[in-house]
């Protein structure tokens, strides 16, 4: 991957992080998620489905239940984007199976570009009918939409802006002067690309860092615009901010600890914080209905998170108490998942979503 870079940014010049970023994570035979096992104890990083089956089963209730509050369609495309190994689809299944009719309404697709987590999510998955597809185009528009993801935007490339006296420049990747590994460096004038900036940061101080992630909002806009011509909804989940401002939150992540983040390329996690005051404002803009963003932990708890502990407890050994009790402050804690993460909900206008205030 360094030998790759580094060709790139010889032949092209210095790099936009999300250049970088797509590159490290995505490339097809030398990319992070092609390459690497992220998740888990043994991994990088745990995903909340992986904390507890209780989080896939409650966002299995939310979704059965929106299909309730769709009128029950004979037919509904069940999506997740960005599935991980397939734990919080398979819980999410397990849960949603007791809602009368939604097994059978439901086709189940998978955003998925990596061929290993697609084994993996079909060995998961079991003998579960499941289509996969390289990204949000491919899905069926002929149905109505209930679609998840969770910890994906995070991953998505963002662009980095520094205000100095000239105006915000770019952040760009480019070789070491030894040329051995990388560095940051600024373009020598004003990014064209800082108009994509929201309103609410451009007269930051001097010396400020801003963010934005181009992919992100393009596949929100993309959401809304299915949701309104197919109807459904859209829950998405991940850490971040619900208020604009000015962040520098790229980080790499390694054996579940920092790692520098142009160091090794390819063999850690890179990510960044949501925007989802920007992602809700561009929903807004294509007309979709947008509720939230709430906390994970608040989210979790009006959908009765608590109950179902309880509910395992009744059957649960000693040991397992303990597990289930820390679970679940793990998921809703605030000093936890439970107030970082944030969970944002996308509908047709004429839908309204449990857990969610407008």
């Known amino acids: 991957m360094s030998a790759h870079l580094t060709e790139m940014i010889r032949t092209g010049g210095p790099m936009t992080l999300d250049t970088y970023m797509a590159q490290v994570l995505t490339h097809p035979t030398l990319g992070y998620y092609t390459t690497q096992e992220p998740f888990g104890v043994t991994g990088d990083f745990i995903t909340a489905p992986e904390v507890s089956q209780m989080f896939g089963e409650i966002i299995g209730v939310w979704c059965a239940h929106t299909w309730a509050q769709m009128g029950n369609p004979p037919r509904v495309c069940l999506t997740e984007a960005g599935p991980g190994r397939g734990t919080l689809m398979r819980d999410l299944l397990r849960a949603a199976s007791k809602a009368s009719g939604f097994a059978e309404a439901i086709d189940v697709h998978l955003i998925e570009i990596s061929p290993r987590l697609r084994a993996i999510q079909r060995e998961a998955l079991g003998d579960t009918p499941v289509t996969w597809h390289e990204s949000l185009d491919d899905i069926p528009s002929d149905v109505p939409l209930v679609l998840v993801a969770n910890e994906l935007l995070d991953a998505l490339p963002i662009r980095q802006f520094k205000r100095t006296i000239q105006g915000w420049c770019e952040r760009l990747v480019d070789v070491a002067p030894d040329g051995d590994g990388f560095r940051f460096v600024l373009t020598q004038t004003p990014s064209p690309a800082a108009a994509m900036l929201p309103a609410q940061v451009r ?37 971040g901010s619900d ?3 000015v962040r520098d939150t790229l980080q790499a992540v390694s054996h579940h600890k920092p790692h520098p983040a142009l160091e090794a390329p390819g063999m850690a996690d890179l990510c960044a914080h949501v925007d989802f005051a920007m992602l809700a404002q561009a929903a807004t803009e294509q007309g979709a209905g947008v509720w939230g963003p709430v906390t994970q932990g608040a989210f979790l708890t009006q959908l009765r998170i608590a109950e179902r502990a309880a509910a395992l407890r009744r059957v649960a050994t000693e040991a397992q108490h303990v597990d289930i009790d820390s679970a679940l402050d793990r998921l809703v804690g605030v000093k936890a998942m439970g107030s970082l993460f944030k969970v944002l909900g996308l509908s047709h206008p004429d839908l309204p979503l449990a857990g969610l205030k407008a």
């Open 203 to 239: 007269d930051a101080p001097l010396g400020s860092v801003a963010e934005v992630s181009p992919a992100s909002v393009a596949l929100v806009s993309d959401i809304s615009t299915r949701l309104l011509a197919q109807g459904g909804a859209a829950l998405l989940i991940d850490y």
């Open 243 to 245: 208020a604009f401002g």
